[in-house]
């Protein structure tokens, strides 16, 4: 069964940091794409960032130069690190795998971020 736990969510002042941590088990996620979704209140979900088992990544224009994803093989683990953090940074960040872009199966609980002074 896999399962898919994230971390580091919480509240932040406008241009602090936080590091989001994705965990797996039952699957590899070196092995896999992994992605960042978020969902903002009152907003459509969006993909922040997208880490594929290659390692090519892609970012949402808005956190270009601000959001660094990497991998922790040994952890099985996958980061988002968030510096100059913004108020529309804020929402549920979601860690989402698959072996695709396009089969992208699993989907963690979630986890807050709320960036407000």
């Known amino acids: 069964q896999v399962q898919l736990v994230e971390s580091g969510g919480g509240l932040v002042q406008p241009g602090g940091s936080l590091r989001l941590a994705c965990v797996a088990s039952?699957?590899?996620?070196?092995?896999?794409?992994v992605a960042w979704p978020r969902q903002a209140p009152g907003k459509e979900r969006e993909l922040v960032a997208r880490i594929t088992r290659d390692g090519a990544t892609t970012y949402e224009d808005s956190v270009k130069g601000r959001f660094t994803m990497s991998k922790d093989i040994g952890l099985n683990t996958i980061y988002l690190q968030m510096n100059s953090l913004k108020p529309e940074d804020t929402g549920a960040y979601y860690c989402?795998?698959?072996?695709?872009?396009?089969?992208?199966?699993?989907w963690g609980k979630g986890t807050q971020v709320t960036v407000s002074s």
């Open positions: 989402n795998a698959g072996p695709v872009t396009n089969a992208m199966y699993y």
């Open positions: 039952g699957l590899r996620l070196s092995f896999n794409t």
